[in-house]
């Protein structure tokens, strides 16, 4: 059961965004919604969430010594569509483009990728569990500062979210 701070948390990372946006009257691509490639973009984000959730199962089996049953998504609509779509527009396009002008692309990505860590979400999966959320982050944020779009990072979230799921139904 979700917290009524973490009901809050979700309702302003899904609607600031967006209600910025059509406030300021901004095309969706400030957000890093560019048309421009963005099957290919976010295929490719699908390969680098793929090879970092590898990783990351990795690290969590040799520090569970055991499947990390925590980490699976559940459905895949939400996994694989709901939260990347508003995790990757929030921090990633929202914040990640938006610090861009002020900070650079490093510091952009650097704050983005801790402040995304910093989700109250994260915290219970054990300290690999926020190590491998922070390298995602920075993962992410390269992704956007590489493209200028967010489709990459949301493929990448996407399918980082399902893969546990996807490889625990294969092996058992």
């Given at each position: 059961v979700a917290s009524p701070w973490g009901l809050a948390l979700s309702l302003v990372m899904a609607t600031l965004p967006w209600a910025t946006v059509l406030v300021?009257?901004?095309?969706?691509?400030?957000?890093?919604?560019?048309?421009?490639?963005?099957?290919?973009?976010?295929?490719?984000?699908?390969?680098?969430?793929?090879?970092?959730?590898?990783l990351s199962m990795l690290l969590n089996l040799h520090w569970a010594a055991g499947w990390p049953l925590a980490s699976t998504a559940g459905p895949l609509l939400q996994g694989f569509v709901v939260i990347p779509l508003v995790e990757e527009t929030f921090f990633r396009g929202y914040l990640g483009l938006g610090l861009r002008p002020r900070l650079g692309w490093a510091g952009a990505v650097v704050v983005q990728a801790v402040l995304f860590t910093?989700?109250?979400?994260?915290?219970?999966?054990?300290?690999?569990?926020?190590?491998?959320?922070l390298v995602f982050g920075l993962l992410s944020g390269a992704l956007v500062a590489k493209t200028g779009s967010v489709w990459a990072a949301w493929g990448a979230h996407g399918l980082a979210n399902v893969l546990p799921g996807l490889l625990l139904l294969l092996v058992a």
């Amino acid at each position: 059961v979700a917290s009524p701070w973490g009901l809050a948390l979700s309702l302003v990372m899904a609607t600031l965004p967006w209600a910025t946006v059509l406030v300021l009257r901004q095309p969706i691509s400030a957000l890093g919604y560019t048309g421009r490639r963005a099957l290919a973009r976010y295929g490719w984000g699908m390969v680098a969430g793929a090879a970092w959730r590898g990783l990351s199962m990795l690290l969590n089996l040799h520090w569970a010594a055991g499947w990390p049953l925590a980490s699976t998504a559940g459905p895949l609509l939400q996994g694989f569509v709901v939260i990347p779509l508003v995790e990757e527009t929030f921090f990633r396009g929202y914040l990640g483009l938006g610090l861009r002008p002020r900070l650079g692309w490093a510091g952009a990505v650097v704050v983005q990728a801790v402040l995304f860590t910093l989700l109250p979400g994260h915290w219970g999966q054990g300290v690999p569990g926020v190590i491998g959320v922070l390298v995602f982050g920075l993962l992410s944020g390269a992704l956007v500062a590489k493209t200028g779009s967010v489709w990459a990072a949301w493929g990448a979230h996407g399918l980082a979210n399902v893969l546990p799921g996807l490889l625990l139904l294969l092996v058992a």
